[in-house]
């Protein structure tokens, strides 16, 4: 997938400005920046939400997974992830339960899940929906310590069964260290640091990997 010269303008001020970036098939890309910098806008003009200036190409589907799990509420489980497949791929959702550690919970309705058992309900349904890029908007970023630790093992898991091409904002360096191959910073709208992350999700948890520093320094830098 290859982002040329794109810029994205509300009114006359600059969302993105100017941004080229060629995201690697296959691999992990988590996208930093401090509030404002241009992730979510980013992420809505890969899936085609927004109009822009320049050429998105080779995204092909887009799935996407969001802070929130978003699951309708008059729907069981079961329910809410046959909305993105097809009937010959329904045989596909009792796999993916038990993969998220839901089997047996195919006929609750989300208010009776907890909040870790929701999210991962919308993990199920992001790998689930048939894509060629998966979008992630800071998915981990409001759960607690514990939680955040599964669901981060989870998603590797799932992600080294397909091998996809994930682009993952976050902006929590510890999480962009131990999930991503890349990390790209943005500032004001405009790529700064373009920073490669070594091995293979999921790192150890409980580690320091060096990227975590470089990552720091290139978000704190005037």
């Known amino acids: 997938m290859k982002l040329v010269s794109v810029s994205k303008f509300y009114q006359t001020a600059a969302a993105l400005r100017d941004v080229s970036l060629d995201i690697e098939e296959g691999k992990i890309t988590a996208v930093l920046g401090e509030s404002g910098a241009g992730k979510t806008t980013l992420l ?28 309708l509420p008059n729907l069981t489980v079961e329910g809410n992830l046959k909305l993105v497949l097809s009937k010959e791929n329904y045989k596909n959702i009792a796999l993916m339960l038990r993969k998220v550690g839901l089997e047996g919970k195919e006929n609750f309705y989300p208010k009776q899940l907890s909040g870790g058992e929701r999210q991962r309900v919308a993990i199920a349904r992001a790998f689930l929906f048939p894509h060629d890029v998966l979008l992630m908007d800071e998915p981990f970023s409001s759960l607690d310590l514990s939680l955040k630790k599964s669901l981060l093992s989870l998603t590797a898991e799932l992600w080294r069964e397909q091998k996809e091409t994930v682009v993952f904002v976050t902006h929590d360096v510890h999480e962009a260290a131990l999930l991503a191959h890349r990390a790209v910073v943005l500032r004001k709208g405009q790529v700064t640091d373009d920073i490669p992350i070594g091995g293979e999700p999921l790192r150890d948890f409980f580690s320091h990997p060096g990227e975590e520093d470089a990552l720091v320094h290139a978000l704190m830098r005037e």
Do not use: R
Request: hydrophobic share 40%; net charge neutral; proline share 7%.
């Open 44 to 71: 809505n003009v890969i899936a085609g939400n927004l109009p822009f200036e320049g050429s998105v190409e080779g995204v092909g589907k887009v799935s996407y997974l969001f802070q929130s799990p978003k699951l």
